[in-house]
């Protein structure tokens, strides 16, 4: 979360690639998935999707599996649900599930040893469903604490 009220999704790269967006679906109910065996899941109920997105990040791969596990926002006043990755083929499609129909603006960003960290921000509003409330506890606040130097391995997935 963003202290104007907006978020950031970012996936943090250990060297610059080329980003392109993809076709996202639109008015997508929330369908569950059947996880693999012997995976587990987190569920995304009561949250619909309305919308998806999706980044190729050409030539990316990720280095550690366990940053191929979903992000789940949930319980955040985003209107992102959930985002991962996965990889696809020769690159690593970003796949961003939606509860609100809107447009975020990316940007790819320099970062240390000619690394670069994807920023997908997503304006403030009223995202989360009626009678639902946001943290509340300082989570979101702590979280943000160390925006400027996330603690992800190379290509991995994360949200502020």
């Known amino acids: 979360m963003l202290a104007d009220g907006g978020s950031r999704l970012f996936v943090q790269l250990s060297r610059a690639v080329d980003v392109a967006q993809g076709a996202g679906e639109k ?11 012997g995976k587990k899941t987190h569920s995304t109920a009561g949250a619909p999707v309305v919308s998806s997105l999706k980044f190729v990040l050409k030539g990316a791969e990720v280095v550690n599996p366990n940053n191929e ?12 649900v959930r985002a991962r990755l996965a990889p696809a083929g020769h690159d690593l499609d970003l796949l961003i599930e939606l509860r609100a129909d809107v447009t975020p603006q990316m940007k790819i960003v320099p970062a240390k040893d000619n690394g670069a960290m994807l920023q997908i921000d997503f304006a403030p509003g009223a995202y989360l469903p009626e009678g639902a409330s946001d943290t509340g506890d300082g989570a979101a606040d702590a979280a943000g604490a160390g925006a400027s130097a996330p603690r992800a391995l190379p290509t991995s997935a994360g949200s502020k």
């Open 69 to 80: 596990r979903a992000l789940i926002t949930i319980h955040f006043n985003t209107p992102v």
């Open 27 to 37: 008015a997508r109910s929330a369908v569950a998935r059947s996880p693999k065996k």
